[in-house]
């Protein structure tokens, strides 16, 4: 079965520093990978998607994520943190098998520190 | 463009009860999806309508329905409320083609006591 794990409930990190959040799948078809940002009190925002193609995805406020299928991984990275990037992270797969569900792993909350 | 809208915001119910709500999907999508959000079991799938079918459906019990009308709004239904069903109801629109990206609403926190 699909699965997401996210490593890391909490991370945090300074102001200015670099952002790494972990995502690995477990798929047994090629999967499509999202990551989402969800603020207190708010719905789920998209970052960025992997679908086919090139492995190193851009997304919105700088964000970046790597597919590395050989890890099964997709984690997800900013070069430098600013306040405003604390929040919750979700990363999904939706499977190519023309899947219409998303399956997140467990969040994981970014602390940014001054 | 408006975004995904869901109403109410908050609910508070009683224990036995049923409830309904609602989503309005963004203008030209034609896709719903509903997702369960709790502390301890994360976001969970719960159902997705297209063109008012439902094609997909999660892990849930009966009590959980969902229905979509001909404009593409949605509504779910959960009859005999428990303490467990306390949770962010998160509704999602997206065009309808499978891997689509979704769109989600601001979310029904939904209390049961």
Known sequence: AQSVTQLGSHVSVSEGALVLLRCNYSSSVPPYLFWYVQYPNQGLQLLLKYTTGATLVKG?????????????????????????????????VSLMDSSYKLIFGSGTRLLVRP | KAGVTQTPRYLIK????????????????????????????????????????????????????????SNSRSEMNVSTLELGDSALYLCASSLGEAHDEQYFGPGTRLTVT
């Not at chain 1, 406020?61 to 597919?67: I, P, T």
């Not at chain 2, 036995?16 to 976001?43: A, D, E, F, N």
């Open chain 2, 14 to 69: 009683t224990r036995g009860q049923q409830v309904t709500l609602s989503c309005s999907p963004i203008s030209g999508h034609r896709s719903v999806s509903w997702y369960q959000q709790t502390p301890g079991q994360g976001l969970q799938f719960l159902f997705e309508y297209f063109s008012e079918t439902q094609r997909n459906k999660g892990n849930f019990p009966g009590r959980f329905s969902g229905r979509q009308f």
């Open chain 1, 60 to 92: 919105i406020n700088g964000f970046e994520a790597e597919f590395k299928k050989s890890e099964t991984s997709f984690h997800l990275t900013k070069p430098s943190a600013h306040m405003s990037d604390a929040a919750e992270y979700f990363c999904a």
